[in-house]
């Protein structure tokens, strides 16, 4: 048998949809099952706005057309809902050609979050693009629930699985952090979400640690700490201990902040707990019922005055 896959993420891209195809090639091997790939890299491309990696083919319905004729494949799979996935759409429509779709990237929220579009203008275009096929491949429930429940009918579970060559229990390392340990491996974008974990409505307890700048809008119980900036935006709620090289505050902190290098109190602050850090900045209008105290700075940076710095607004 012989697939042809229609896809407008492809190589040297490095995402979600390039990798599942690449694992995907490979374990269909063992079942006779060659693939074919029409993707963006024989075309002319444009880069795609706000994402240059993906590159989008400059092509016409006709050349598209020819080619997928020429691949004389048994099925055709359309991966994305790019130029190509368009295109061959069209082609499988006008010539009578059964195809399966699977769905890949919440664009709706990819487009309204980085342009005025509702996101039920791109979730109708989509529906219609996806329900003309024989089938919806989803990898899960949770997501074949919420498109079932914007009309989308064709949807078929295609489950991710576990790369036991990689990913396997004595292969296991212990990063030195306390756990649970979560791990979020990916582009650092808008539509991705990452701020379910640390913004306004996320709830957490018991201790969380971080490697890198952290903005914390909020509400824990227990300790967090950062190696490096900790900003507790004015949705920000704390109850326990801060530790970080710097710690920014907005919100609401009930227990003790410590800080290497320094603390900032912006105006709507309100800290209830003891201060320590090599400086320390108040601006008028914070709330704080504790102590501070001053430490020294760290070696490696040149002296400073160690003194309470007030400012107005």
């Known amino acids: 048998m012989r697939i042809l896959m229609v896809t407008d993420a492809w190589r040297p891209q490095v995402n979600g949809v390039v990798h599942t195809l690449e694992r995907l090639t490979e374990t269909l091997k063992s079942f006779d099952v060659a693939v074919d790939f029409l ?3 024989i075309f002319r491309t444009l880069p795609l706005p706000t994402y240059p990696d993906i590159r989008l083919a400059l092509t016409t319905p006709g050349h598209v057309a020819r080619l997928i004729d020429q691949r004389k494949a048994d099925h055709i799979h359309i991966v994305t809902e790019g130029p190509l996935g368009i295109m061959a759409r069209r082609y499988c429509r006008n010539a009578g050609r059964p195809f399966t779709t699977s769905y890949h990237t919440r664009f709706p929220e990819y487009l309204s979050a980085r342009l005025p579009v509702p996101e039920s203008w791109a979730y109708r275009w989509l529906r219609d693009f996806h329900n003309s096929g024989q089938g919806t491949l989803v990898a899960t429930q949770s997501l074949a629930d919420d498109l079932a429940a914007r009309g989308f009918n064709k949807l078929r579970p295609w489950t991710r699985g576990v790369d036991t060559d990689h990913f396997r229990p004595d292969k296991k390392k212990d990063l030195g952090f306390p756990g649970p340990v979560f791990l979020c491996v990916g582009r650092v974008a808008i539509e991705k979400n990452l ?16 490697t890198s700048t952290v903005m914390f809008n909020g509400r824990l119980r227990g300790e967090i700490e950062s190696s490096d900036t900790l900003i507790v935006g004015e949705r920000g709620r704390i109850n326990g201990t801060v530790r970080a090289g710097t710690v920014i505050v907005h919100g609401e902190i009930t227990g003790n902040v410590t800080a290497t290098d320094r603390v900032e109190l912006k105006g709507t602050a309100r800290v209830t707990g003891d201060i320590e850090a090599a400086v320390i900045i108040m601006e008028e209008g914070v709330f ?4 501070c105290r001053m430490t020294r700075p760290r070696p490696a940076e040149e002296p400073t005055a160690l003194s309470v710095v007030a400012l107005g607004r």
């Open 39 to 41: 993707t963006p890299n």
């Open 195 to 210: 701020s379910a974990f640390l913004d306004e409505g996320s709830e957490i307890e018991g201790r969380y640690v971080c």
């Open 288 to 291: 704080l019922d504790g102590r």
